[in-house]
């Protein structure tokens, strides 16, 4: 069965790793690339996020008994097959997956471009992953443990 305080701690976390993200970010990509410790900041909690909604993902897809994701992207998509997420929502999150590995693994540097943009515009993905689930826990009725 699905820990709801589990998952709100989880909410929790994303909510401020979005916020620091935000918080650190200059108002341009060529600021944030000429500040080397903005950027990592910023890609860094950037990534603690999109892991804070994939651990969400995995929990929900587990406690729930249902088919195991094969990737950290096929578990946003099993979300949106089970209702939990929209597909616009679930799309998001599946390329913000390619960021998280990028940060995660140094996969050929990290493009100021990219994070600025997921910093100023993609943070709503992540929010709109937020609200969405903390609407399916509040509509769905869970078995007393």
């Given at each position: 069965?699905v820990?709801?305080?589990?998952?709100a701690?989880?909410?929790?976390?994303?909510?401020d790793?979005v916020s620091?993200?935000k918080?650190?970010?200059?108002?341009?990509a060529?600021?944030?690339a000429?500040?080397?410790d903005?950027l990592?900041?910023?890609?860094?909690?950037?990534?603690?996020?999109?892991?804070a909604c994939?651990?969400i993902?995995?929990?929900l897809?587990?406690d729930?008994?249902?088919?195991?994701?094969?990737n950290?992207a096929?578990?946003?998509q099993?979300?949106?097959?089970?209702?939990v997420i929209s597909?616009?929502t679930?799309?998001?999150?599946?390329?913000?997956?390619?960021l998280?590995?990028?940060?995660?693994?140094?996969?050929?540097?990290i493009?100021?471009?990219?994070?600025?943009?997921a910093?100023t515009r993609?943070?709503a993905?992540?929010?709109?992953f937020?609200?969405?689930?903390?609407?399916?826990?509040?509509?769905?009725?869970?078995p007393?443990?």
């Open positions: 069965m820990n709801r305080d589990r998952v701690a989880k909410i929790a976390d994303l909510s790793r620091r993200a918080q650190h970010c200059p108002p341009t060529a600021d944030l000429s500040n080397r903005a990592d900041l910023v890609a860094f909690n950037l990534m603690l996020a999109v892991q994939a651990d993902a995995s929990h897809i587990a729930q008994g249902w088919p195991a994701a094969q950290l096929d578990g946003f099993r979300l949106h097959d089970r209702g597909g616009a679930a799309s998001a999150l599946s390329r913000a997956v390619g998280r590995n990028v940060v995660a693994h140094g996969y050929s540097g493009d100021a471009n990219v994070v600025h943009a910093a993609g943070v993905d992540l929010d709109a937020a609200r969405e689930v903390a609407r399916w826990l509040e509509s769905t009725r869970f007393p443990q």
